[in-house]
């Protein structure tokens, strides 16, 4: 362990065990470097490192803090680290997504209130009246999956399907740029959650929605073996 990740790891330790508690300014830097028992360069490089996990926040002329520790503020680079995953992981955030987003849209069904079910019907509603319109649909689209998400009332949940999103919504402009009545599939499927949110049925609700992400992962499935079936026709033909 490097000097700098030591002094990582006694912050987060002071942290965790409540004596920095979130909002709570650190002590001068001198005073923290003998505290933690570490020299200032790689004190300095540790509150560097915070900053930018959003752990803690520099206040130019006020000191240093304990952020809040949200997890919306704590998980907000995920969308980042994402977003610089190779082509070939695509499928792999697909398959995440499989598994968190169907038990999140049950849980969001067995509590949802009739403000949030107004919301995500109105996004439906603007699916619909964007129908011929790929990137207007894909919009809305993203919309409708962060309401029902954020109607299950757990901000981490939410944070982490809000971070792949972006990967994925590309995906799903890409899918009604190619494929022929794609935007019909994708409005129904999406009716058949806002139906079974509105009955408060939570195992239909997530059968509905593990039906409208297994469609996407499939087609995903299929499109990736055509490319790769193309990339060994090609080397066949150049050997």
């Known amino acids: 362990m490097s000097l700098t990740d ?10 965790q065990s409540g004596e920095l508690p979130p909002g709570t300014r650190l002590p001068p830097e001198h005073q923290l470097a003998a505290q933690l028992g570490v020299s200032r360069n790689p ?38 680290a994402v977003e610089l995953l190779r082509d070939d992981t695509l499928l792999e955030i697909v398959q995440v997504r499989r598994m968190l987003e169907p038990a999140a849209t049950a849980l969001a069904a067995s509590q949802i209130s009739a ?11 603007a699916m619909r009246a964007a129908c011929d319109d790929v990137e207007k649909l ?35 402009v890409w ?14 499927e999406h009716e058949a959650i806002y139906n079974a949110l509105a009955a408060g049925d939570a195992p239909l609700a997530q059968a509905a929605a593990l039906m409208h992400i297994g469609t996407t992962e499939s087609w995903l499935r299929s499109v990736l073996g055509d490319v790769e079936g193309s990339n060994g026709q090609d080397k066949d033909e150049d050997g």
Do not use: C, W, Y
């Open 138 to 172: 894909n919009h809305h689209d993203a919309a409708f999956h962060r309401a029902v998400v954020r109607a299950t009332g757990n901000e981490t949940l939410s944070t982490m399907l809000d971070g792949i999103s972006g990967r994925t919504l590309r995906m799903r």
């Open 43 to 80: 004190l300095r490089e540790a509150v560097k490192a915070l900053v930018v996990a959003r752990v803690l926040d520099i206040r130019r002329g006020d000191g240093t803090f304990v952020t809040s520790l949200e997890p919306r503020l704590l998980l907000e680079g995920l969308g980042l």
């Open 115 to 125: 403000e949030q079910l107004d919301e995500i019907g109105e996004h439906l509603n």
């Open 6 to 15: 030591e002094a990582i790891s006694r912050i987060r330790a002071l942290i």
């Open 175 to 188: 899918r009604g740029t190619v494929e022929a009545g794609s935007s019909r599939k994708t409005i129904a």
